[in-house]
């Protein structure tokens, strides 16, 4: 069982930027891939971006790429997401997910799930 808390939402004015944390209770940490995705109001939840349980393999969506760096530390059991030059469409509820070993961007094949957090992106 692996217990996700992110933390780091809130409100910021476009062109701003976030830092996104989440916290894992997971002994073997470092075994698992870790996802961020988002969901925003009436759309189905997307992926934002992953890192390998070894941080040698990265992917981000198309709409993050360039703006957004996912990164992880093993020895604190952490997942960080830092997201610069912020739009009003990145405005949703931020989830961090785990999933053992397997390198994947599908929703659907991520076990764990933190309860998400707010960020809210102004005009």
């Known amino acids: 069982q692996v217990q996700l808390v992110e933390s780091g939402g809130g409100l910021v004015q476009a062109g701003g930027s976030l830092r996104l944390s989440c916290a894992a209770s997971a002994r073997t940490f470092s075994s698992y891939t870790m996802g961020w995705f988002r969901q925003a109001p009436g759309k189905e939840r997307e992926f934002v971006a992953q890192?390998?349980?070894?941080?040698?393999?990265?992917t981000y969506a198309d709409s993050v790429k360039g703006r957004f760096t996912i990164s992880r530390d093993n020895a604190k059991n952490t997942v960080s997401l830092q997201m610069n030059s912020l739009k009003p469409e990145d405005t949703a509820v931020y989830y961090c997910?785990?999933?053992?070993?397997?390198?994947?961007?599908?929703?659907?094949?991520?076990?764990?799930w933190g309860q998400g957090t707010q960020v809210t992106v102004s005009s």
């Open positions: 997910a785990a999933q053992y070993r397997r390198v994947t961007i599908t929703t659907s094949e991520y076990i764990y």
């Open positions: 890192i390998s349980w070894s941080g040698g393999s990265i």
